[in-house]
T-cell receptor
């Protein structure tokens, strides 16, 4: 069965609005989760590391005020794209580190119109 | 910083035949993991195979095997008896030590299996 649940799988939003994406660990407690972004037919780029109970660590070039990450519990991390613009349209995917391997969420396809 | 390079943007193979996807990486780390992930049209990332750098033996998983050349920093994936369901984008990825959730990905190779 699925180890990670990411929701929603698809979302369309208007420019200027905010969108929240959830990543939930179903089988174990996850102190660390990772958020990746993927443009069509391109590679996955790490955006940030989500740490339970503390601030997220963002990769260089990622705007932390635009991509808000909250990891308030050991099973849930959320990514909020604030004041979304068309250039934020992308595929966002979370990854949870387990004991012996990492598990990906199903991904969220965000379209900003 | 680590880099991962996949030099084959696209590959194709006939069903039942064998294909090899290339991957090279650059790192100064000694303790790391290497992975091959498959991303079908559904875009769900699926782990195909992983290799611990400290292990000399090449990893195998059924029809999938790797050729891990640590000195050359090469990590190729061989798919034997290719099946139509193998059609997907394949990513090579590098993870440091136990931080294998913080992965560096290659550019990807689109593999098409023809009937």
């Amino acid at each position: 069965g699925a180890v990670v649940s990411q929701h929603p799988s698809r979302v369309i939003c208007k420019s200027g609005t905010s969108v929240k994406i959830e990543c939930r660990s179903l089988d174990f407690q996850a102190t660390t989760m990772f958020w990746y972004r993927q443009f069509p037919k391109q590679s996955l780029m790490l955006m940030a590391t989500s740490n339970e109970g503390s601030k997220a660590t963002y990769e260089q070039g990622v705007e932390k005020d635009k991509f808000l990450i909250n990891h308030a519990s050991l099973t849930l991390s959320t990514l909020t794209v604030t004041s979304a613009h068309p250039e934020d349209s992308s595929f966002y995917i979370c990854l949870i580190k387990g004991n012996t391997e990492a598990f990906f969420g199903q991904g969220t396809r965000l379209t900003v119109v | 910083a680590q880099t991962v390079t996949q030099s084959q943007p696209e590959m194709s193979v006939q069903e039942a035949e064998t294909v090899t996807l290339s991957c090279t990486y650059d790192t100064s780390e000694n303790n790391y993991y290497l992975f091959w992930y498959k991303q079908p049209p559904s875009r769900q990332m699926i782990l195909v195979i992983r290799q611990e750098a400290y292990k000399q033996q090449n990893a195998t998983e059924n029809r999938f095997s790797v050729n891990f050349q640590k000195a050359a920093k090469s990590f190729s994936l061989k798919i034997s008896d290719s099946q139509l369901g193998d059609t997907a984008m394949y990513f090579c990825a590098f993870g440091r030590g136990t931080s294998y959730g913080k992965l560096t990905f290659g550019q990807g190779t689109i593999l098409t299996v023809h009937p």
